[in-house]
Each structure stands twice: as C-alpha cells, then as structure tokens.
T-cell receptor, first 114, second 110 residues
C-alpha cells in the first residue's frame, strides 16, 4: 500500500459527460501528480500541483482540469468525454520539497467512456 | 524531452528462471524508478535508483548513469512476478514529470 488513495476505482459513463476523479496524497506529501495510461499512448504525465499551486503541465487536454485543495487532496475533472478518454488514471504524490525524490502511485481509477 | 526505451517488449519465462530487463534513457537523469504493474493494474514501486545498485529479495537493479542505462534483475522467477515492468526517468534541470518507457511484459509460466 503506497498510502495514496484514489476514488472511485471504476467509472463508467457516456460520451459528452463530465466526471471528477479524486486523490488523497500520502500523509505529509505536498506534491500531487496525475498520469494517464491508455493503450495507444502508454503512461503519460498530465499535471502536477504543489501545495495548492500548479507546478508543471504535460499532455493535458483543454477539456481536462485539476486542482489541489487546502487539505492537499486533488481532483481531476474530465469534461465533454470522448471514447478515447477511456484509460487508467493514476495519481502520485511526493514530498515536493527537493529533487530528486520518489513518486508514490495510487491504485488508479479505471474510466470507461461508452 | 527525454526518451526512455525498454527491452525486451515481451518475455516468457519458466518458473525458477532468471531474467534481465533493460532501460535506456537518452539524457542525464535525476531519478530513475522501476515499477511493476500487476494484472489488476496497480503500479508498485520497486526501486528508486538514479545510480548504483540496490537489492530487494529476488529483485535487484543497477543504474549506470554515465552510460544512460538501468537493468532490473529478477532471479528465481515466480508466477506472481508476471505483469508489466516499467522504468521511468526524471530528467535533470528541475523537471518534475516522470517519463515512462513502454514497458516489458513478463509472463512466468509454471
């Protein structure tokens, strides 16, 4: 158990809908990362937050957004969903206080868009 | 950005056999992590190894940063070792995002 929790574990929705994925980092970690794992693109970095502020952005679509709250949990919002958004979405956390450091991954949310 | 290549893409082993998985990266790294993704999709941290050698039970890893590669050794493989093994690199220069290789899919048969 990495200490990172993600909810829900599975999500089935329809095209055009909006969903919210939730992540709670390990106790004491200030950085949260979101990654997407799809069959055609592999594991890709989406976005990182550090202590409530966006720190780095990767291959994140404009239809997707994220935020980190004062209690350090993070949410990834996916809107106007398309079939190609079906993927496993991972959240990871790290202390965020210095480089380099290990990122610890949550169990993932499996999203299926029908 | 940094490129991460893993080989072989697929590996089938008889239970009890040993194996070596390779990860090449195109630039200097601040961090190199190995993960095991089990059949249920969970990503499990195996090693954080920007350089040197580490061992954990039947698994060990070596990173030669100057030559830009890392190796994961699995000895006396068990069926529970099956899954996909990923290496991921964190480039230098203040980057925070891990770049993953495409993985090595390992199948251990009894």
């Amino acid at each position: 158990d990495s200490g990172v929790t993600q909810t829900p574990k599975h999500l089935i929705t329809a095209t055009g809908q909006r969903v919210t994925l939730r992540c709670s980092p390990r106790s004491g970690d200030l950085s949260v990362y979101w990654y997407q794992q799809s069959l055609d693109q592999g594991l890709q970095f989406l976005i990182q937050y550090y202590n409530g502020e966006e720190r780095a952005k990767g291959n994140i679509l404009e239809r997707f957004s994220a935020q980190q709250f004062p209690d350090l949990h993070s949410e990834l919002n996916l809107s106007s969903l398309e079939l190609g958004d079906s993927a496993l979405y991972f959240c990871a956390s790290s202390s965020g206080t210095e480089l380099p450091e290990t990122q610890y991954f949550g169990p993932g949310t499996r999203l299926l868009v029908l | 950005g940094i490129q991460v290549e893993q080989s072989p893409p697929d590996l089938i082993l008889q239970e009890g056999a040993n194996s070596t998985l390779r990860c090449n990266f195109s630039d200097s790294v601040n961090n190199l992590q190995w993960f095991h993704q089990n059949p249920w999709g969970q990503l499990i941290n195996l090693f954080y190894i920007p350089s040197g050698t580490k061992q954990n039970g039947r698994l060990s890893a070596t990173t030669v940063a100057t030559e830009r590669y890392s190796l994961l050794y699995i000895s006396s493989s068990q069926t529970t070792d099956s899954g996909v093994y990923f290496c991921a690199a964190l480039p230098g220069a203040g980057s925070y995002q891990l770049t993953f290789g495409k993985g090595t899919k390992l199948s251990v048969i009894p």
